[in-house]
């Protein structure tokens, strides 16, 4: 038994994602300065910020389950995605503790509108997507 165990943890770790292979699979930009510049040249309203950590399986199951869903990326079209490590350098109203964090950006003023912590299915994302639009002026 304690080697099916190691095993899968073994496993899971090597599939595990990184920050940069998730802004990969995602065409998404790797910090939130480069992903507000984008925005704002594109004209879009939203940033949406991903922050994971290195071996954190529910991060790769967001990247791979739920941000990969064609339903969800039709969603994200008015908006730039981004995807960062936990360590990386934030504002401190884009402080996480957890992961996978989301952050939903005002463009214009650069504020959150909406955090979310947390592995969501595509459904239940795709709510959070919508009532983050519904707090942008």
Known sequence: ?????????VCS?????TAEDAAWVLNAQTSLSKAL????????KMVLLVVVKDGCNWCEMMV???LSSKNIKEALLDSVLAVVDLSTPLPKEMHAELTPTMFFVDVKTGNVVQKNIGYDDPGGFLIDIVS??????
């Open 1 to 9: 038994m304690k080697i099916v165990f190691v095993l899968l943890l």
């Open 13 to 17: 770790l090597v599939m595990a994602i």
């Open 37 to 44: 510049q984008k925005a704002k040249k594109e004209q879009k």
């Open 64 to 66: 791979h389950k739920t």
């Open 132 to 137: 983050a639009k519904e707090k942008l002026p």
